[in-house]
């Protein structure tokens, strides 16, 4: 137990020191867990062998059809927050196949907050801006638990919400704080860099 307040540096140091997987699945298990949870909610899980022609494939795609409406997920599944850039990038060429009217996701593994949110602060915020702009969705998959939360972005469909395990929103509230420009100075100020 601290004798003396506790500090945000002391805070952000010792989340700095955690590991960055909160679990260890495989990209299997992951991809397990997002097929499940999307069959749960409704979705038909269709074959990515059908996207033969796609410079990249997605790991997976859905769809689930709603009176006059057709709704349709497709996504990556990538081992941890390393190859989650990787993984946005490649998003573009899976969207340039199946186009504008399908939600894109890269799913991950749990993984610790503070590299989710060093990995959106990236490069002046650009996996967080692409993320924005083309309406990604990073969700973090834990298969022991059967959960999956959408740390940021948000699908078109609504009912999915309904089942992710924290249903209000992400962490993007973070980057909306007023404060947001000037979070470079508040980082080095606190963090004594």
């Given amino acids: 137990m601290s004798k003396g307040k506790f500090t945000s540096k002391e805070f952000l140091s010792r989340?700095?020191?955690c590991p960055q997987l909160a679990y260890d699945f495989s990209t299997e298990q992951v991809l397990g867990e997002v097929?499940?949870?999307l069959e749960f909610v409704g979705y038909r899980i269709e074959d990515p062998a059908a996207y033969v022609e796609f410079v990249v494939k997605p790991d997976f795609c859905a769809t689930r059809k709603e009176s006059n409406t057709t709704h349709r997920i497709a996504g990556l599944v990538r081992?941890?927050?390393k190859e989650a850039g990787g993984g946005v990038t490649s998003l573009d060429k899976v969207k340039t196949g199946l186009g504008e009217e399908v939600d894109y996701v890269v799913a991950l593994p749990p993984v610790n907050e503070r590299y989710l949110i060093d990995f959106m602060c990236e490069?002046?915020?650009k996996f967080l801006r692409k993320i924005e702009e083309e309406r990604y969705m990073i969700w973090l998959c834990n298969?022991?638990?059967k959960s999956i939360w959408s740390a940021f972005g948000a699908p078109r469909d609504k009912l999915i919400n309904e089942y992710f395990k924290f249903k209000g929103?992400?962490?993007e509230m973070l980057f909306n704080m007023p404060f947001r420009r000037e979070s470079k100075e508040i980082q080095?100020?606190?963090l004594g860099e």
């Fill in 15 to 17: 989340l700095r020191t």
């Fill in 35 to 37: 097929k499940r949870f």
């Fill in 79 to 81: 081992r941890d927050m």
């Fill in 123 to 125: 490069d002046n915020y």
């Fill in 143 to 145: 298969p022991d638990e």
């Fill in 169 to 171: 929103g992400g962490l």
């Fill in 188 to 190: 080095r100020e606190v």
